[in-house]
């Protein structure tokens, strides 16, 4: 089985544009998180969805957002691009939500840079 | 989710088994005790994860104390493919990952 993919695998933009990210998660999978990674830091939470419903959200502000489509696949919208947003992005796909703790598992990443 | 501690940076020889700490003295009942780790990167890969019992898969071993306060990560036999930052998590029912600096494990040849 494929794993989680996202897409694409790198983007440049300059500060005030918008950019997307795409995610696939595993197949089975209807929970899709995302997280912003900054060059020497441990990954943050942004999102998570399931069921196509916001179901968390981290400190982030609101030019980030995010969505879900009936297949679980999930865009992140990052609007008003910052130098600071310059960082490796991770989608992250589990199986179900609540009950259980269901391992999350990540994609390989979209590194964004924001000139 | 509780606030684990391990220490920067460590290394270990090809081939030996290297042992990663992780502190996670505030841990509550319901929280998993979840590794994972990234290669240069990478996206993080999810290695072994616990509750109470000492786990062990393909990847590697989770020893777990009796207290749960701490536990160590066993890679029996660390090749140079092993380097990477690992991150010790606790985890409870909630969706987000919690994610602190991680040890970064050099394997020496």
């Known amino acids: 089985d494929a794993g989680v993919t996202q897409s694409p695998t790198h983007l440049i933009k300059t500060r005030g544009q918008h950019v997307t990210l795409r995610c696939s998660p595993i197949?089975?999978?209807?929970?899709v998180s995302w997280y912003q990674q900054v060059l020497g830091q441990g990954p943050q939470f942004i999102f998570q969805?399931?069921?196509?419903?916001?179901?968390g959200r981290g400190n982030f502000p609101d030019r980030f957002s995010a969505r879900q489509f009936p297949n679980y696949s999930s865009e992140l919208n990052v609007n008003a691009l910052l130098l600071g947003d310059s960082a490796l992005y991770l989608c992250a796909s589990k199986s179900a939500t609540g009950g259980l703790v269901d391992t999350q598992y990540f994609g390989p990443g979209t590194r964004l840079t924001v000139l | 989710d509780a606030k684990t501690t391990q220490p920067p940076s460590m290394d270990c020889a090809e081939g030996r088994a290297a042992n990663l700490p992780c502190n996670h003295s505030?841990?509550?009942?319901?929280?998993?005790v979840y590794w994972y780790r990234q290669i240069h990167s990478q996206g993080p890969q999810y290695i072994i994860h616990g509750l109470k019992n000492n786990e062990t898969n393909e990847m590697a071993s989770l020893i777990i104390t009796e207290d749960r306060k701490s536990s160590t990560l066993i890679l029996p036999h660390a090749t140079l493919r092993d380097t990477a930052v690992y991150y010790c998590?606790?985890?409870?029912?909630?969706?987000?990952?919690?994610f602190g600096k991680g040890t970064r494990l050099h394997i020496l040849p």
């Open positions: 505030t841990i509550s009942g319901n929280e998993y």
């Open positions: 998590i606790a985890r409870n029912r909630d969706d987000k990952i919690i």
């Open positions: 197949s089975g999978h209807k929970s």
């Open positions: 969805y399931y069921e196509k419903e916001e179901r």
